[in-house]
Nanobody
Framework: QVQSVESGGGSVQTGGSLRLSCAVSGRTFTNYAMGWYRRAPGKERELVAAIGKNGANTHYADSVKGRFTISRGDAQNTVFLQMNNLELEDTAVYLC??????????WGQGTQVTVSA
């Protein structure tokens, strides 16, 4: 079983930055692809960014390209999401997920990000 715990959420004004962290425990971290998702009020959950097991392959939603960066610190068993130039539409609960093939198997509880004008 894999446990994921997110942190780093908070409130920020438009144009600001936040760095989310997801600490993973329970299994060998490098065996898992990792992803960040978000769930905004009234909207379906969407994949924001994903990173492969070796960190070489990344994927971003079009809405965050050029603003968000996903990275993994294998020594810390942690995946990060650096979010810059935040917009009102980025307000959501951000969830971390892990999976052997796709980051969809093991989910964290989420961390709230609120962007205000």
């Amino acid at each position: 079983q894999v446990q994921s715990v997110e942190s780093g959420g908070g409130s920020v004004q438009t144009g600001g930055s936040l760095r989310l962290s997801c600490a993973v425990s329970g299994r060998t971290f490098t065996n898992y692809a990792m992803g960040w998702y978000r769930r905004a009020p009234g909207k379906e959950r969407e994949l924001v960014a994903a990173i492969g097991k070796n960190g070489a392959n990344t994927h971003y939603a079009d809405s965050v390209k050029g603003r968000f960066t996903i990275s993994r610190g294998d020594a810390q068993n942690t995946v990060f999401l650096q979010m810059n130039n935040l917009e009102l539409e980025d307000t959501a609960v951000y969830l971390c997920a892990a999976g052997v093939f796709e980051p969809t198997e093991y989910w964290g509880q989420g961390t709230q990000v609120t962007v205000s004008a």
